[in-house]
């Protein structure tokens, strides 16, 4: 079967999927736009929107599977993580944001509350997991226990070294319960990151935007690095692979990130629930009240 031309010739999971070993960010071009169908920005929402139709199919599917056996039914679990302006609000507004708001539980993690904090740091998570046949998108994730904890020192280094382990067994058992697992680090550079600081600064519009505290992960830029490439490297199962998107080119990134969860729908392989009762009989019904 011809794959449409909007689609990436080779599956995009494949291309974007972080091989095995240990990751060096600094060899990852976050101008990249690999599997990209067309020529560039010009034509990228052209692609994307022509991404939604089959999008919609597959998530109905999904949805309609939930319906008619709970207990059994897929959930798809998307994990956003990366720098500030790297673009996690984007991706949902628009890639995520293109599929029906009934199928989607979204979860954007903060600063654990006092609540959250009295408990293990995966206990918020557990509570955020997406519900048979949704599609849940975690805005930060557990990866903020392995990544700000580590480079603030919110812990000593005996806690969240052992992190790495529990976090994948954890994951495991997600998708041994039928969570499908798309963890996306979206990779923007240094330079790109200032210019949208910047544009935040800018424009009165976009300073609501803009936190000092940006600027103080910015200053952590190697030390962030470092713990994004041990998140990376440590937590990169063949169950729950990461993926690195190239986020400087907008576009590219939100293209991205919907076919990537195209694909995985499409590779659930979901079909339509077959009726529990007599279709005919019940076409006779609705005829004789006519
Ligand atoms: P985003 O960039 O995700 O849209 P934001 O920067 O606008 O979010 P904030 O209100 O700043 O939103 O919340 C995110 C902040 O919460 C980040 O600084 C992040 O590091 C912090 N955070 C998230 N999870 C944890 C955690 N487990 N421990 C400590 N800090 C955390």
Redesign the pocket.
Known sequence: MGKKKHHSITPLSQLLRVPAGPVSLARYDSKATPGYPGKGRDDADKFTTAILPELSDLQERLYASSQTDPANAPRILIVLQGM?TSG??GVIRHSIGLVDPQGVQIK?????TAEERAHD?LWRIRNALPAPGKIGIF??SHY??V???RVDG?FPESVWSKRYGEINDFEAELVASGTRLIKCMLNVSYEEQRERLLARLDDPTKHWKF?A??LD?RAKWPDYMEAYEAALTLCNTEVAPWHIIPADHKWYRNWAVTELLREVLEGLDLQWPVADYDVAEQRRRLAALD
């Open positions: 500030d996690k609000g954007a993690f903060k600063v654990p740091y805005d930060r903020e226990d990544l700000v904890v919110l936190s505290s940006d992960s």
